[in-house]
């Protein structure tokens, strides 16, 4: 099993910053890539970013040069800045860690709420 636990979201005016984290604990050796999906209701879940163990990365392109994901092996999390902020970017953001070879399961975060507003 392993557990994920999101911080940093919060209420922040367009224009401004916000940093995610989210730290993994127990089977760490069950994971690779690491990264962050967001949600606004009534639409599916979307792909933010995501970082594997080796620091290679992936964004969602509409979000490239504003969104930028990071991770810290020695503390098992992974790091989301978020700069430039506008009001459709106000989602409910999950933390996800997809597994390593040889497992097969999945893990999401409890998410953490990003409310862009003036």
């Known amino acids: 099993q392993v557990q994920l636990v999101e911080s940093g979201g919060g209420l922040v005016q367009p224009g401004g910053s916000l940093r995610l984290s989210c730290a993994a604990s127990?089977?760490?050796?069950?994971?690779?890539?690491m990264g962050w999906y967001r949600q606004v209701p009534g639409n599916p879940r979307e792909l933010v970013a995501l970082?594997?163990?080796?620091?290679?990365?992936n964004y969602a392109d509409s979000l490239k040069g504003r969104f930028t994901i990071s991770r810290d092996n020695a503390k098992y999390t992974v790091y989301l800045q978020m700069n430039s902020l506008k009001p459709e970017d106000t989602a409910v953001y999950y933390c996800?860690?997809?597994?390593?070879?040889?497992?097969?399961?999945?893990?999401w975060g409890q998410g953490t709420q990003v409310t862009v507003s003036s």
């Open positions: 127990g089977s760490i050796f069950s994971i690779n890539a």
């Open positions: 996800n860690a997809a597994p390593a070879t040889g497992f097969n399961r999945v893990y």
């Open positions: 970082i594997t163990r080796g620091g290679s990365t």
